[in-house]
């Protein structure tokens, strides 16, 4: 496998991810109670600038624009599960800058790595090769565009909803039985379709990359000193860092609904595509560079109209979870 030279941008993601990780083993102040942050943006950098180095395409590189969607997104995506938390009652905050000046920022720029967190390192396992000849020939029987999915779906999300205690767990999974076979009956990409196609490289990709992510998340979380902790019902006393061990496999699952969601939205024309892997691989050279990427033009005015929905959906979930889910603040 040819590989590119690591871009600059790469290079001071990797040196910053090591300097804070040396402070915070330190016991810097600062750098433990804002490490999820100082952590996760350099991953980010890092890992696109990897993409790049195996496959000579990097999201940011050459797409920057579907980049910057992927972040209002990422904030507006992860505070849908907040608010199926006030029910829930799953994880809470504590030691939170007390401060909401701050406090406010801070979720929205922590929120804002969750979508590029787990999309880079999917791009990261397709770039090198993973999975990339597997072909399973078992779910030959799947309808993409099934209603039933769509169904049990909508089931997954009201039965905990309705009765957390006992359900809480199919929260991580009713958006994408939902919104995969929409896609694939708008004609767009789906992996359900994949499976069905015998190539479950991008699912078991998607799955990857959310194992990866959440062990990150509770790794660089149990080291902060703002942080969340779980108050899970049944499967809450063995424990790796902060997250139950059987938590963990809640990660792989909603990889795939992000990716679902996301997938929706550009469908939809909302947002910019990103994943040059959403389509086959090309016939001669046998790789997928983004080449084929269409990306809408979007107007100044359509942009602002965006960012004016979101910021108010994101005030009222701040001010929720301030209420019903932050137990402490610092």
């Known amino acids: 496998m040819k590989k590119n030279p690591f871009p600059r941008h790469s290079l001071l993601g990797g040196l910053a991810l090591g300097a804070f990780e040396i402070l915070?083993?330190?016991?810097?102040p600062i750098v433990r109670e804002f490490f999820y942050l100082l952590a996760w943006w350099p991953y980010i950098i890092l890992v696109d600038g990897?993409?790049?180095?195996?496959?000579?395409?990097?999201?940011?590189?050459?797409?920057?624009?579907?980049?910057f969607w992927l972040l209002p997104w990422s904030v507006s995506f992860w505070l849908v599960f907040e608010l199926m938390n006030l029910r829930l009652g799953n994880w809470h905050y504590i030691g939170l800058p007390a401060n909401p000046w701050i406090r406010w920022p801070?979720?929205?720029?922590?929120?804002?790595?969750?979508?590029?967190?787990?999309f880079e390192t999917y791009l990261l396992l397709n770039a090198m090769g993973a999975f990339r000849r597997l072909r399973i020939r078992w779910f030959h029987h799947i309808e993409p565009r099934s209603g039933v999915s769509?169904?049990?779906?909508?089931?997954?999300?009201?039965?905990?909803?309705?009765?957390?205690?006992?359900?809480?767990?199919?929260?991580?999974?009713?958006?994408?039985l939902i919104?995969?076979?929409?896609?694939?009956?708008?004609?767009?990409?789906?992996?359900?379709?994949d499976l069905k196609s015998a190539i479950p490289g991008r699912i078991l990709n998607l799955l990857l990359a959310g194992l990866i992510c959440g062990?990150?998340?509770?790794?660089?979380?149990?080291?902060?000193?703002?942080k969340w902790i779980y108050t899970v019902p049944w499967v809450g006393n063995i424990k790796l860092f902060e997250m139950p061990v059987l938590g963990f496999l809640g990660f792989p699952p909603f990889a795939m609904e992000c990716y679902a969601m996301y997938q929706f939205l550009?469908?939809?024309?909302?947002?910019?595509?990103?994943?040059?892997?959403?389509?086959?691989?090309?016939?001669?050279?046998?790789?997928?560079r983004g080449d084929h990427l269409k990306f809408p033009g979007f107007s100044k005015r359509y942009k602002v109209l965006q960012m004016a929905c979101h910021i108010p959906f994101w005030l009222i979930c701040f001010h929720l979870m301030d209420h019903h889910t932050v137990l402490s603040f610092r």
């Open 24 to 28: 915070l083993f330190l016991k810097v």
């Open 50 to 67: 990897m993409v790049y180095r195996y496959s000579g395409w990097s999201l940011i590189k050459e797409r920057p624009s579907a980049f």
């Open 106 to 118: 801070g979720y929205a720029l922590a929120f804002a790595t969750v979508l590029p967190g787990i």
């Open 150 to 176: 769509m169904a049990i779906g909508l089931l997954f999300l009201i039965l905990p909803l309705a009765w957390p205690r006992y359900f809480f767990p199919l929260v991580w999974g009713g958006l994408f």
């Open 179 to 193: 919104l995969d076979p929409l896609n694939c009956r708008l004609g767009g990409s789906s992996l359900l379709r």
């Open 215 to 226: 062990f990150l998340w509770e790794f660089w979380n149990y080291w902060a000193t703002s």
């Open 266 to 288: 550009v469908i939809s024309n909302v947002v910019p595509a990103w994943d040059p892997y959403s389509e086959p691989e090309d016939a001669q050279t046998g790789r997928r």
